[in-house]
């Protein structure tokens, strides 16, 4: 197992009518900026019931913050922030809006320019101070609600940002707020996690069993739910499991000491840029051609995928790993997401300008070990065909 710190303040609130313990959870002297989305939470009553729970205290409001939250859009969170003085943030949403507050509250601490929080990478942001967060959790996906990271898009490109000052506080996750989730949320959701997980567990073997093990249960826990969930929203059991899923796939328990890939989701970070395609489903997309072009490297983790996920026994190893990448590929299909890149209108003709918004970004030595060029990523997006 490789070295490691692991830390993790988040308290997480879970399960029915926690809405009404915000009065405790947030100071009593606080001025609160409730971030949202595009307006289901106003919808369906979550934004009067979080109003209601904050009580007395000075509440300011804003909303519209997009799927792969703007730089542009998040800057005028941040005059409010600085004109109304606030001092305590409450994300109300799912992981856009869970990112997008935590780069407000960096920006409305950082001294210098806010674009240049954009260019550090998985390298922390220089910022000093911070003020606290909160979260309330209605779609299951990126883990934000519990990890100190985040996403964000500008000019084209998808940028992470990470400090340390952006765990939240606290997080409530109630998944009774999540049953209004179209079918495609819930299925990007289920894949988010899934790709999440196999990209810490997936890579090569250090002997991290814990690890390795409370991955596997992960990855099972999501295969028995994750139709059931789509088909039966209001199934609590079922919901509830996807919810603690996708927390505990991006908090750093099961990364700590293991190498991580990540390669999967930088390619996927371009498809949505370039070409609007959600999240989730370019995980969906790109996660079995990743493990058809590069087999070899991760051959010892596949057949362990195959057999402990899966349950594949029999076979040359070749076949076992032939079986596991199709059982994956069909788990991500009866999802209802259709995985290749020409059923959603791109051809290999688009493939050099991926390429070239990789090269821009820097994502030229991707995977666990540094080996996927843009040569070798090119192969991916020509398997994802």
């Not at 941040?78 to 994300?91: G, Q, R, S, T």
């Not at 606290?132 to 990126?142: E, H, K, Q």
């Not at 567990?201 to 099972?220: C, K, N, P, W």
């Not at 370019?282 to 490297?297: D, G, H, N, S, Y």
């Amino acid at each position: 197992m490789l070295n490691f710190d692991f830390y993790n303040p988040t308290h997480i609130v879970f399960g029915k009518d926690r809405l009404n313990e915000l009065d405790e959870l947030v100071p009593k002297d606080a001025r609160v900026l409730i971030t949202y989305g595009g307006g289901s939470v106003k919808k369906f009553g979550t934004l009067e019931k979080v109003s209601q729970a904050l009580g007395n205290r000075p509440i300011f409001e804003f909303g519209d913050i997009e799927p792969n939250p703007k730089f542009n859009t998040l800057m005028k969170a941040v005059d409010i922030v600085k004109k109304e003085n606030i001092d305590f943030l409450l994300a109300v949403g799912g992981g856009s809006v869970m990112d997008g507050t935590k780069f407000i509250n960096l920006a409305s601490n950082y001294e210098g320019d806010a674009k240049d929080l954009l260019t550090h990478g998985f390298n922390p942001v220089p910022v000093k101070k911070a003020f606290p967060i909160g979260t309330v959790v209605t779609l299951p996906a990126t883990g934000s609600e519990m990890n100190n990271g985040g996403v964000i898009s500008y000019e084209g490109g998808k940028f992470p940002i990470f400090s340390p000052l952006s765990f939240p506080k606290f997080s409530i996750l109630d998944p009774e707020l999540t049953y209004t989730l179209p079918s495609k949320q819930v299925a990007n959701g289920v894949v988010d996690t899934f790709i999440h997980t196999v990209e810490q567990y997936v890579t090569y073997s250090v002997d991290a069993r814990f690890q390795d093990r409370t991955s596997e249960g992960i990855l099972q826990t999501l295969v028995e739910i994750g139709k059931t969930t789509i088909d039966n929203p209001e199934d609590y059991n079922a919901r509830a499991n996807l919810v603690w899923c996708a927390t505990m796939a991006l908090n750093g328990l099961i990364g700590a000491g293991v190498p991580q890939d990540w390669e999967t989701h930088m390619i996927g970070h371009e498809l949505t840029a370039m070409f609007g395609l959600d999240h989730g489903l370019t995980l969906a997309i790109l996660q079995p051609a990743v493990w058809k072009v590069r087999r070899e490297q991760k051959k010892a983790k596949l057949i362990q995928y195959a057999q402990r996920v899966w349950g594949i026994a029999d076979g040359s190893d070749e076949k076992i790993i032939d079986q596991a990448i199709d059982r994956t590929e069909t788990f991500f299909q009866s999802l209802g997401l259709k995985t290749r890149l020409t059923d959603h209108g791109i051809d290999e003709t688009k493939i050099p300008d991926i390429i070239r918004a990789l090269e821009k970004h820097g994502m030229t030595a991707l995977s666990e070990t540094g080996d996927v060029t843009l040569e070798v990523s090119a192969q991916i997006l020509k398997e994802a065909l």
